[in-house]
């Protein structure tokens, strides 16, 4: 079995590489459609630039050559994990990245992780009460929260919680200048990152609570499941040790796939709380076109989720051991 699993993750990672070299290829011929670049940007600021000083930084940037030149430039310093230099802030894209990573995949894994666990026990509760009043309630409130805004959701829980209750932080990822360490530096993190996390996470509650109970629902009327009814095992014991082991194989697999949808919708929820990662940074470099930024980002956050999907994938093959074998 070890020997199985070893050479699934071998054959993952394998794929890995020309996935990721290909994503990048396509980010930097699409982000250099796009018009103006950080010459532009660094010669309006100055606000009295002339055109030869603005051509000046376009040779010193290396964007006045031709943008055969410039990819190859480029795949040739990724290959050897070089992201260059952010042209406005003139530090290392490694370095500006790697300050902002660890707050974005703090908020990633936590609503992903509320996400997962909320919406399977929901889901399931939902299911062993088909019909029933508890179930179209939670269908409801399920259809509710899906359809609700993601930036609306966050404004109107930093309203309640925060200005009218008062009892928790509306913004930012720590108390500033409060000097806190050890345990009390991540219970401040963590009483921060409850409203974000939450308005992030809430979203995808409401889809795997759906999958969960139709899943549920197919998995109910299988063959084994008439078995351990007949053998007299109760209702719980059939859904949470029998029938949800099944019935989590779709809900895994979306998990895996809504990975960079999570990463993207981070750059709002950061936005509106004020949390320091990686969509912050996202926004501000697509703001000034610095470009060698937000190629940066985006070839980090496709190794996020290309990771991300490994594990989803090893997940899958501890749930379905079969998968392993293919």
Known sequence: MKKATFQFVLRRLLQVVPVVLAIAAFNFLLLRMAPGDAADILAGQMGHATVE????????????RPLYQQFFIYMGK?????????????????????????????????????AVIVGICIGIAAARRQGRLADNLISVAALLVYATPAFWLGLMLIVLFSIKLDILPS?????????HEG???????????????????????????????????????????VTARAKGLSEGVIAWTHA???????????AGVQIGHLLGGSVLVETVFGWPGLGRLVFDALLQRDL?????????SSVVVVIANLVVDLVYGLLDPRIVHR
């Open 53 to 64: 000083f603005t051509e000046q930084l376009r040779r010193e940037f290396g964007l006045d």
């Open 78 to 114: 990724l290959l050897t994990l070089d992201l260059g230099m952010s042209h406005l802030q003139q530090t290392p894209v490694v370095d500006l990245i790697v300050d902002r990573l660890p707050a974005t995949l703090i908020l990633m894994v936590s609503a992903i992780l509320l």
């Open 171 to 179: 913004g930012g990822m720590m108390q500033i200048g409060a000097g």
């Open 183 to 225: 345990l009390a530096h991540v219970l401040d993190v963590t009483w921060h990152l409850i409203l974000p996390a939450t308005t992030l996470g809430l979203f995808y509650v409401a889809i795997y609570t759906r999958l969960m109970r139709a899943s549920m629902l197919e998995v109910y009327g299988l063959d084994f499941i």
């Open 244 to 254: 949800m082991r099944n019935a989590l194989l779709p809900v895994v697999t979306l």
């Open 292 to 300: 060698n930024l937000l190629l940066g980002i985006l070839f980090i």
